[in-house]
């Protein structure tokens, strides 16, 4: 029988086969999820009605033809639904926020140099200097870098970004950061509002939990205990290789990033949205590789040191020989693969069931290590083991669930 037929179909077949309309209630198969209602139209099952049909699917078949089940004692039931509950509760509510966070992932679909933030109903161009000049209120510095520095401001009520330059002698690297921004616009990147070269500023969407180097701290709080689960945990690694795999496959070529040398440096580099995703939204250090012309980049004119960084980051001569940079190798893309599972154990943190997503991503991360920076997989490959991963410890956990029965 196939109940999608809708609703002429089934009942042609029904009146064929003399087969009545089936009674609506939650499927299991359909991952306790959804119905077909009396007119055969799917919709969501409530809580009660999930425990219901788990219930029903573990019953034998003799108890559900109306045999006398064995009795337990209440208080042993009692306890058996309400950590069933428990459980189920915990799964729905991660599949509605992850459905929730991926609906929100890219809402603008504006035209380039256009945006759309917030609940703003239509895109409008970026500002111009002189709108940014009097539309735009300072209020306070958040954030500085190298770079910029950035305050908390405000234009037509809603918060926003305004980052300045720091000096001029740093000009050429803001420049290239707006370029950046600019192009690289989409659902990877913080979303550029207005900027204008003649003042040195950039204004772009305020993300009030901030840098994602404040990620523990965030989930520490109690009204953010709800997503400090290895689910969501994995979903931001996700986030940060899918950031990855865009900039070695952007508009703009193959970008390296840079401005990675340790971990505190690169959590930098990133915001945790309010619906908790990663954008990326320090792009002043994106070097460009080019395989076809042999182009490959170096990051900085200093020597680098330490595990965190590639191997080939590293000073290849030995201590007797004093660093020139002019010596130095170059490299390709594949630093950004070294870095991952670093970057990755940090967001998985030290919750339950992160340890068991750790174990389960060891030999990729293992490939990530390797020596030889051609072997190392690409941030697809990564991007796909970590799905693989995330659907089958969620199955796992799904059936333990039903297994309570």
Known sequence: MDWKRGRTGWESFAETQGISRPVPRCQPEHGLTRYLDGDLNWRRCTLEEIVEAVSMEKQPQNSRRGLAPREVPPAVGLLLVMALMN?????????????????????????????????????????????????????????????????????????????????????????????????????????????????????????????????????????????????????????????????????????????????????????????????????????????????????????????????????????????????MPSYDEKIDIWKIPDISSFLLGHVEGSDMVRFHLFDIHKACKSQTPSERPTAQDILDTYQKVLDTLRDTVMSQAREML
């Open 87 to 327: 459980t189920l509760l915990y799964l729905c509510l991660d599949r509605f926020f992850i459905a929730h966070r991926q609906s929100l992932v890219d809402p603008r679909h504006c035209p380039y140099g256009h945006f759309r933030i917030g609940l703003m109903k239509n895109c409008s161009p970026w500002l111009s200097c002189e709108e940014l000049r009097t539309e735009v209120r300072q209020l306070k510095r958040v954030g500085e870098g190298a770079v910029k520095r950035v305050f908390l401001s405000e234009w037509k009520e809603r918060k926003v970004a305004l980052s300045r330059l720091t000096s001029l002698e740093m000009k050429d690297d803001f420049l290239h950061g707006l370029q950046m921004l600019k192009s690289l616009q989409g659902a990877h990147v913080v979303t550029l509002l207005g900027y204008c070269e003649d003042d040195n500023t950039i204004l772009t969407e305020y993300h009030p939990l901030g840098s994602l180097s404040n990620l523990e701290e965030i989930l520490n709080l109690s009204k953010y205990q709800n997503v400090n689960t290895w689910q969501h945990r994995l979903q931001l690694a996700m986030d940060y290789v899918s950031i990855i795999h865009y900039l070695h496959h952007s508009p703009m070529g193959t970008r390296v990033m840079c401005d990675s040398n340790d971990l505190p440096k690169t959590l930098s580099q990133y915001l945790l949205t309010s619906n908790f995703s990663i954008v990326a939204n320090d792009l002043d250090a994106l070097p460009l590789v080019n395989h076809s012309s042999g182009t490959l980049v170096k990051c900085g004119h200093r020597e680098l040191h330490g595990d965190f960084v590639a191997p080939e980051q590293l000073w290849p001569y030995g201590e007797d020989m004093p660093f020139r940079d002019d010596l």
